[in-house]
């Protein structure tokens, strides 16, 4: 038995491969889990617990599907997903988690997170992230129509598409001080995050006491997942069959 972390699917119905493979995940390997953990992402986009579009019904019956067979699963949201609601987590039978989120986990001190958070050199992102994270702005959006809500949605990616295309690297990824003053703070001797789309286990020190910072992938052409037991976590590609 193992506990599964996923981040990054950036599910829509425009990438109907990418939702087979996460149907797939949840009817399989996820059924044999201790629990699955969902570090944000989930979803290219998210409008509201309202949203009539028939796609994210069925991958809401999915996910419920996977905690009715007993598995608990978590979810935390990411940058795309930040309005999902305790609506969708009560029918989805999911449990949200608040970023960071520290865990025990085979002894080790784990810390969860999305990863944007930690993107501290991304000042301008920052500042839309305070304002989209505010319980007021996301009320004023909701209360707006499904249709207007679909137009927002849609031009925050077309400028997010726009601005990732003019960062450099360094800014688009996390801030090493960010991770280290993180790290610090929390004692956790890993941090496990999405978010950045550069899969890789860190090893290093803070405060010479040896750390890990291990990063999940995407899944835009494979699957991304840490597989964790008591042999430790392993950072694992998952093939598109
Ligand atoms: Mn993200």
Redesign the pocket.
């Known amino acids: 038995m193992a506990t599964l972390f996923i981040s990054?699917l950036h599910l829509e119905p425009g990438r109907p491969e990418i939702g087979e493979q996460f149907l797939a995940f949840l009817a399989g390997p996820a059924r044999d889990a201790d629990a699955l953990y969902i570090l944000?992402?989930l979803f290219e986009a998210w409008i509201g617990d309202d949203d009539p579009n028939p796609y994210y019904a069925q991958m809401k019956t999915a996910i419920r599907a996977l905690s009715d067979s007993g598995v608990p699963v978590f979810f935390m949201h990411?940058?795309?997903d930040f309005m999902i609601g305790e609506t969708f987590a009560a029918e989805a039978g999911i449990t949200l988690l608040s970023d960071p989120h520290p865990l025990q986990l085979y002894g080790e001190h784990v810390l969860l997170s999305?990863?944007?958070a930690l993107c501290t050199d991304d000042v301008e992102y920052q500042q839309v992230r305070a304002m989209t994270r505010n319980p007021d702005w996301q009320a004023m959006m909701l209360s707006k129509s499904i249709e207007e809500r679909i137009a927002f949605a849609a031009q925050a990616r077309e400028q997010s598409l726009a601005r990732s295309e003019s960062m450099t690297e360094e800014i688009a990824d996390v801030s090493q001080d960010a991770v280290h003053q993180t790290i610090r703070e929390s004692g956790a001797d890993i941090l496990l995050h999405?978010?950045t789309h550069r899969p890789a286990v860190h090893p290093f020190h803070v405060d010479e006491r040896p750390v890990h910072r291990i990063v999940l992938g995407d899944w835009y052409e494979q699957g991304s997942m840490v597989e964790w037991d008591a042999d430790g976590p392993r950072l694992e590609e998952l093939p598109r069959k």
């Open positions: 990054d944000g992402d990411g940058n795309r999305h990863g944007d999405g978010h």
